[in-house]
């Protein structure tokens, strides 16, 4: 599972933030996790809980938003909405697709004492 490194790195990016920030928790997270990101949102929130234990982030909430996949269609000129990788166009059915959406994972914002 993946999810649990990744969710290790987070906390540590936000123990980073307190060293430079000069805070000592943090209460609220808000992670963007784009739909084609390949990472599975309910994983991390199991891995927060497990992963903060002990940390400045301890009992701190997990909000994640999920943008969704977005590509260039070079069919019919068009920014679209997908949902997987492979995916044919939804409004053109073609297959040449450019992904330019919905593949990041990152901290969006965090609330801090």
């Known amino acids: ?3 649990l490194a990744l969710t290790n790195n987070i906390i540590r990016i936000l123990e980073e933030q307190a060293r430079s920030g000069a805070f000592t928790r943090v209460t609220t997270v808000w992670l963007d996790i784009g739909a084609l990101s390949q ?3 309910e994983a991390v929130r199991f891995c927060f809980d497990a992963a903060s234990r002990g940390t400045i982030a301890e009992g701190a909430t997990l909000v ?3 943008p969704p ?3 260039w269609c070079m069919d019919c000129s068009k920014t679209v909405v997908v949902s997987r990788r492979g995916d044919a166009c939804p409004d053109c059915g073609g297959f040449k697709l450019n992904v330019t959406g919905g593949t990041d994972l990152r901290v969006r914002e965090m609330e801090v004492e």
């Open 69 to 71: 996949g977005e590509a």
């Open 1 to 3: 599972m993946h999810e």
């Open 64 to 66: 994640i938003l999920e």
């Open 39 to 41: 990472v599975e949102p």
